[in-house]
């Protein structure tokens, strides 16, 4: 059975710092490309940041320089480490393997960064 079990988010102000952490169980975790996703009231799902098995990421230019994303391999955990948040920042924070099979998702945790 694979799980996403997201954790770390909270009610912040804006220049603060929050780590989300993410288990994962139930899939091959080194040799899968792993993402962090959010969606704001109102708007579409967003790709935030992406890690491929090798460590490379990407990120979107919104939280490029203040966004970090990282993962261990030996714990099966990925983490996002945001600093400098703003309210914009505020959504529901998803952990995703995307492209493994069809696609599994975390149930999400919400961050919410007041001005």
């Known amino acids: 059975q694979v799980q996403l079990v997201e954790s770390g988010g909270g009610l912040v102000q804006a220049g603060e710092t929050l780590r989300l952490s993410c288990a994962v169980s139930?899939?091959?975790?080194?040799?899968?490309?792993l993402a962090w996703y959010r969606q704001a009231p109102g708007m579409q799902r967003e790709l935030v940041a992406r890690?491929?098995?090798?460590?490379?990421?990407i990120y979107a230019d919104s939280v490029k320089g203040r966004f970090t994303i990282s993962r261990d391999n030996a714990a099966n955990m990925v983490f996002l480490q945001m600093n400098s948040l703003k309210p914009e920042d505020t959504a529901v924070y998803y952990c995703?393997?995307?492209?493994?099979?069809?696609?599994?998702w975390g149930k999400g945790t919400l961050v919410t960064v007041s001005s």
């Open positions: 995703a393997a995307p492209n493994y099979d069809m696609g599994y």
């Open positions: 890690i491929r098995p090798g460590g490379n990421t």
């Open positions: 139930g899939i091959p975790f080194s040799g899968v490309t």
